[in-house]
């Protein structure tokens, strides 16, 4: 089975900081794994998704995630935090069976950007 | 190009009534699914879909039903509704790509 961490329900960093937010996850299979980014009131958008080509792989907004086997994570990073990024951010991953395509989300970050 | 589209986007039922969540997606894409949201649990699998007249049940479906005689459609019924049941429910679809492209989600309060 399947299954999504994410180390840290609040992250609260100060604009032009450094965003990190951290993604563990389980999987027997080699993971399809996906970052998205909810504001409020509306649905989840894809930031980016790693399918087993390069391990760094780089989304909208500047954000960028590494996928590290040995660690089993998928920690999303931003060189620099802008007010626009305070929203919801979900980590999921996908098995890559025929039968259907089983996403499991973990339970979201809150991003806070504080002037 | 609309995505998934969801209506109604809020709705206040009653104990005991019955609605039933719309979605449709114009992407040809063969698997559907329908989760719902509670604040700080991430989103919780209801049923899916693979392909038209193919549903499956998710990780919580005991109050919701589905059907898929098309493509492009997806509803999910609630029968009785119960005040366990207020949340947000979000549609979703993906195709070839693997990538899963939500709606906008429906916020639904049961008093």
């Known amino acids: 089975a399947q299954s999504v961490t994410q180390l840290g329900s609040h992250v609260s960093v100060s604009e032009g900081a450094l965003v990190l937010l951290r993604c563990n996850y389980s999987?027997?299979?080699?993971?399809?794994l996906f970052w998205y980014v909810q504001y409020p009131n509306q649905g989840l958008q894809l930031l980016l998704k790693y399918t087993s080509a390069a391990t760094l792989v780089k989304g909208i907004n500047g954000f960028e995630a590494e996928f590290k086997k040995s660690e089993t994570s998928f920690h999303l990073t931003k060189p620099s935090a802008h007010m626009s990024d305070a929203a919801e951010y979900f980590c999921a991953v996908s098995d890559r069976g025929n039968y259907g395509q089983n996403f499991v989300f973990g339970p979201g970050t809150r991003l806070s950007v504080l002037p | 190009n609309a995505g998934v589209t969801q209506t109604p986007k809020f709705r206040i039922l009653k104990i005991g009534q019955s609605m039933t969540l719309q979605c449709t997606q114009d992407m040809n894409h063969n698997y559907m699914y329908w989760y719902r949201q509670d604040p700080g649990m991430g989103l919780k699998l209801i049923y899916y879909s693979v392909g038209a007249g193919i549903t499956d049940k998710g990780e919580v479906p005991n109050g919701y039903n589905v059907s898929r005689s098309t493509t492009e459609d997806f509803p999910l019924r609630l029968e009785l509704a119960a005040p366990s049941q207020t949340s947000v429910y979000f549609c979703a679809s993906s195709g070839q790509t693997g990538v899963a492209f939500f709606g906008q989600g429906t916020r639904l309060t049961v008093v």
């Open positions: 999987s027997s299979v080699p993971p399809y």
